[in-house]
């Protein structure tokens, strides 16, 4: 045994982002203000070269050297201060996905701060609440595909449901190098403005008319395919790739929580286990009824937590496989402590990768009061296109900034229904709130393709100026994105 867990508080240690000790390294500071416990962080975004095992040293950009960055763990009720310096070459900002912060410590660049220069250093600071499964990553840019996102999770008091042990599993595609030059491919589109776009709405008011400007040159851009996703070297568990995956350790008998984080560019997985289901705990980080899956998909910027019954001892592949996109599966191991067998066989599949019960939206339901309208009082439609022919992504036909503000009152409902007209995932992610989807409470939610809709509530109780976008960071950057703001 003690031979076991030496190996496990190793690979803990081995595990960027995940583990006790790098929680532990992590918090340098506590101090008290009014009764309330304040942990203080620093992270320092810099240009790196760091080992990802078999695949050798690549140039990413990360946190505190770490990839994917040192995760931020504190308790729920407590205050988090964290001092941000930009080491890069070019000017950066934090985002604290799913935290419903104040409107000044949200990180997006130019409109809720101004972007931290090189040389620079800003301080956020906010409630760590409610409890949750979050994410830190920059909004500059797209720089969260060059590394910079880790783990952010705030640790409930009272756990709806019981677990004896949790890991958190950050899952991301690692690029070949720099990011494929979307200014080579729209700078130009994006200088001239929404107004070529034609404002018609709808996919074919979009992509008509990048068609007709953009004449006989209609490709994808180098490095990316035309559903808007890079041509990713690898998918990574914790920053390791699948010929290394890391592993997590368990004893039989024992109940797991497994926290799921996709802060990948442009990658949505379908994750399951060999030889176990899944009891989805959390969507988001909002707790739910507990459901029992044999797969979930996971969009960027979602993340689900699932409990895992040990009860089927042997080491087990889990699998994470890219919805679109070409690479082979991100990969770990689920290793009972007392199996004879340290990895699984070679090339195992879970079979939850194609067949057995995938988690839907209408399967999560909130455990938490629904004090929802029924109506609500400002409804939003919004159609999603892009990609094919073009190199804009857009919502209404429109490719931010050159885009209509969304503008909501305090305290009304705001509905937005979205209908997905291109053959892209568009995991659609609000600033700020956290909004209904179905009866569950999310923050991220994936409008699936060829014509996928769904819809969205939220109480306009955050005021400020919040960003409504796709999550894949070049859908965002190429257009898919609005500004919702409060106007009373
Ligand atoms: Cu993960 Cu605009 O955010
Ligand atoms: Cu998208």
Same mark, same amino acid.
């Given at each position: 045994?003690?031979?076991?867990?030496?190996?496990?508080?190793?690979?803990?240690?081995?595990?960027?982002?995940?583990?006790?000790?790098?929680a532990?390294?992590?918090v340098?500071?506590a101090?008290?203000?009014?009764?309330?416990?304040?942990?203080?962080?620093?992270? =320092?975004?810099?240009?790196?070269?760091?080992?990802?095992?078999?695949? $050798?040293?690549?140039?990413?950009?990360?946190?505190? $050297?770490?990839?994917?960055?040192?995760?931020?763990?504190?308790?729920e009720?407590?205050?988090?201060?964290?001092?941000?310096?930009?080491?890069?070459?070019?000017? !950066?900002?934090?985002?604290w996905?799913?935290?419903?912060?104040?409107?000044?410590?949200?990180?997006?660049?130019?409109l =809720?701060?101004?972007?931290?220069?090189?040389?620079?250093?800003?301080?956020?600071?906010?409630?760590?609440?409610?409890?949750?499964?979050?994410?830190?990553?920059?909004?500059?840019?797209?720089?969260i595909?060059?590394g910079?996102?880790?783990?952010?999770?705030?640790?409930?008091?009272?756990?709806?449901?019981?677990?004896?042990?949790?890991? !958190?599993?950050?899952?991301?595609?690692?690029?070949? %190098?720099?990011?494929?030059?979307?200014?080579? $491919?729209?700078?130009?589109?994006?200088?001239?403005?929404?107004?070529?776009?034609?404002?018609?709405?709808?996919?074919?008011?979009?992509?008509?008319g990048?068609?007709?400007?953009?004449?006989?040159?209609?490709?994808?851009?180098?490095?990316?395919?035309?559903?808007?996703?890079?041509?990713?070297?690898?998918?990574?568990?914790?920053?390791?790739?699948?010929?290394?995956?890391?592993?997590f350790?368990?004893?039989? $008998?024992?109940?797991?929580?497994?926290?799921?984080?996709?802060?990948?560019?442009?990658?949505?997985?379908?994750?399951?286990?060999?030889?176990?289901?899944?009891? /989805?705990?959390?969507?988001?980080?909002?707790?739910?009824?507990?459901?029992?899956?044999?797969a979930?998909e996971? %969009?960027?910027?979602?993340?689900?937590?699932?409990?895992?019954?040990?009860?089927?001892?042997?080491?087990?592949?889990?699998?994470?496989a890219?919805?679109?996109?070409?690479?082979?599966?991100?990969?770990?191991?689920?290793?009972?402590?007392? =199996?004879?067998?340290?990895?699984?066989?070679?090339?195992?599949?879970?079979?939850?990768?194609?067949?057995?019960?995938?988690l839907?939206?209408?399967?999560?339901?909130?455990i938490?009061?629904?004090?929802?309208?029924?109506?609500?009082?400002?409804? /939003?439609?919004?159609?999603?296109?892009?990609?094919?022919?073009?190199?804009?992504w !857009?919502? %209404?036909?429109?490719?931010?900034?050159?885009?209509?503000?969304i503008e909501?009152?305090?305290?009304?409902?705001?509905?937005?229904?979205?209908?997905?007209?291109?053959?892209?995932?568009?995991?659609?992610?609000?600033?700020?709130?956290?909004?209904?989807?179905?009866?569950?409470?999310?923050?991220?939610?994936?409008?699936?393709?060829?014509?996928?809709?769904?819809?969205?509530?939220?109480?306009?109780?955050?005021?400020?100026?919040?960003?409504?976008?796709?999550?894949?960071?070049y859908?965002?950057?190429?257009?898919?994105?609005?500004?919702?703001?409060?106007?009373?």
């Open positions: 045994m003690t031979r076991y867990w030496g190996r496990r508080e190793f690979i803990r240690a081995a595990l960027a982002g995940a583990g006790a000790l790098a532990s390294a992590a340098p500071q101090s008290r203000s009014n009764g309330v416990v304040v942990r203080e962080f620093h992270r =320092t975004a810099a240009a790196t070269e760091i080992e990802v095992g078999p695949l $050798g040293r690549r140039a990413i950009w990360t946190y505190d $050297g770490r990839y994917p960055g040192p995760e931020i763990r504190v308790r009720g407590e205050r988090l201060r964290i001092v941000v310096e930009n080491r890069l070459p070019e000017p !950066t900002t934090v985002h996905h799913g935290v419903p912060v104040p409107n000044a410590m949200d990180g997006v660049p130019g =809720t701060q101004e972007a931290i220069a090189p040389g620079a250093s800003f301080t956020y600071e906010f409630d760590a609440s409610p409890a949750g499964s979050y994410m830190y990553h920059s909004h500059q840019g797209v720089q595909d060059r910079l996102a880790g783990a952010l999770v705030v640790e409930e008091r009272s756990p709806h449901v019981p677990y004896d042990r949790d890991y !958190t599993l950050v899952l991301d595609d690692l690029l070949p %190098g720099d990011p494929p030059d979307i200014a080579s $491919g729209s700078g130009g589109m994006r200088g001239m403005g929404g107004g070529m776009m034609g404002r018609g709405g709808g996919m074919m008011g979009g992509e008509g990048m068609m007709r400007r953009r004449g006989g040159a209609m490709m994808g851009m180098a490095g990316m395919s035309a559903l808007g996703i890079p041509d990713y070297l690898a998918l990574l568990v914790n920053g390791r790739p699948p010929a290394d995956p890391p592993a350790d368990v004893k039989r $008998g024992e109940r797991v929580r497994l926290r799921l984080l996709n802060p990948s560019g442009a990658t949505t997985y379908r994750v399951a286990i060999a030889g176990h289901r899944m009891r /989805v705990s959390h969507a988001d980080g909002r707790p739910v009824k507990p459901v029992e899956v044999d979930l996971i %969009g960027m910027g979602e993340r689900y937590d699932v409990i895992v019954e040990a009860r089927n001892p042997g080491a087990w592949a889990i699998a994470a890219p919805l679109q996109g070409a690479p082979e599966p991100a990969r770990a191991i689920l290793r009972y402590v007392d =199996t004879r067998r340290s990895a699984p066989p070679d090339g195992q599949e879970p079979d939850g990768l194609r067949r057995g019960s995938l839907g939206l209408r399967d999560l339901e909130a938490e009061p629904d004090d929802a309208a029924a109506r609500a009082d400002r409804e /939003v439609d919004l159609v999603l296109s892009g990609g094919m022919m073009s190199t804009a !857009t919502i %209404g036909g429109q490719v931010y900034p050159d885009a209509d503000l909501i009152r305090r305290g009304e409902w705001v509905r937005f229904r979205m209908r997905n007209m291109s053959m892209a995932l568009h995991p659609m992610h609000l600033h700020g709130h956290f909004f209904r989807v179905g009866r569950a409470w999310k923050d991220t939610v994936l409008v699936p393709p060829h014509m996928g809709e769904a819809s969205l509530e939220f109480r306009a109780d955050n005021p400020g100026r919040w960003f409504f976008h796709c999550h894949n960071a859908h965002m950057e190429m257009g898919m994105a609005r500004e919702v703001r409060y106007v009373g």
